[in-house]
């Protein structure tokens, strides 16, 4: 019973997809989509199970998100896996969240390869567990070529962390000369951050429903696009990901600029 009850929710979530992209502009799809996956912990609460269970099934959504990245083309999908601040969670989650993104990235490389989708880690990747580290640094290197989808994983990673860190890259310049004060500017600063040759992204999408931004690329989402979902992430599917995208194509991005309306 199980087993047929999954197969029929498969069946409807497959239908579900196609006509959220049925709705879709394929003209107008942005190239930088950015993810934060909220409310694993709050999904396993309510199952009565073990945190690392709800990570767990919020890895089913990224796969799925990252099969819809494919679907349209889009070339950039960033996705909050472990903040900078999450060191502070209790020491078995963090530990068994390290092993898990291990276990997941060895299991799925295979066809991250194949689909030519280069894996790519945002953050301080030094201050990760050795184990876990290397399996990041196997994967990138591996996946390096590829152009069709960046994941790019943001590990270890902090907003405020990565501009102080620029920053502190842009002082060592000043200092030893090869940069001249005057010089640092927007422009520099962006230049020194953890991926500078990744545009900004178009579009945020949060699950859970919670309205912050939670120290997620705070320079790069200056003007970007935000989309709640009120929906958990392991319950995160490709049809509201087409939903969501399709919420971005109704919005009127002004990059600060006054419209006719105004």
């Not at 998100?65 to 889009?74: E, N, P, Q, R, S």
């Not at 903040?83 to 299991?107: A, I, K, Y």
């Amino acid at each position: 019973m199980a087993k047929t009850d999954g197969i029929l929710r498969s069946g409807i979530e497959k239908l579900r997809a196609e006509i959220a992209l049925k709705k879709l502009d394929r003209e107008r799809i942005p190239a930088h989509v950015a993810v934060i996956m909220d409310g694993n912990g709050r999904w396993a609460k309510r199952r009565g199970l073990p945190r690392i269970d709800g990570h767990k099934a919020g890895a089913d959504s990224l796969r799925s998100v990252v099969i819809g990245c494919t679907d349209l083309a889009i070339r950039y999908l960033t996705a909050y896996t472990f903040s900078s601040e999450n060191w502070q969670r209790p020491t078995d989650e963090v530990s068994g969240l390290m092993e898990l993104f291990r276990e997941q990235l060895e299991r799925e490389i295979d066809e991250l390869d194949g689909e030519r989708i280069r894996v790519r880690v945002l953050g301080r990747l030094d201050e990760v567990p050795a184990e876990t580290r290397a399996s990041f640094e196997s994967a990138m290197e591996r996946t390096a070529h590829h152009e069709r989808l960046q994941l790019i994983l943001a590990l270890n990673y902090g907003g405020r962390l990565e501009i102080a860190d620029a920053a502190r890259r842009l002082a060592q310049e000043a200092v030893s000369g090869s940069r001249t004060v005057e010089s640092i500017d927007a422009d520099a600063v962006a230049s020194r951050l953890y991926a500078p040759d990744v545009p900004d992204p178009d579009l945020v999408i949060r699950t859970g429903g919670n309205l912050r931004i939670s120290n997620y690329l705070l320079w790069q989402s200056a003007y970007a696009e935000m989309c709640v979902v009120e929906k958990l992430w392991p319950d995160f599917r490709r049809s509201d990901f087409f939903r969501a995208l399709t919420e971005f194509q109704h919005r009127e991005r002004r990059f600060g600029r006054l419209t006719s309306e105004d």
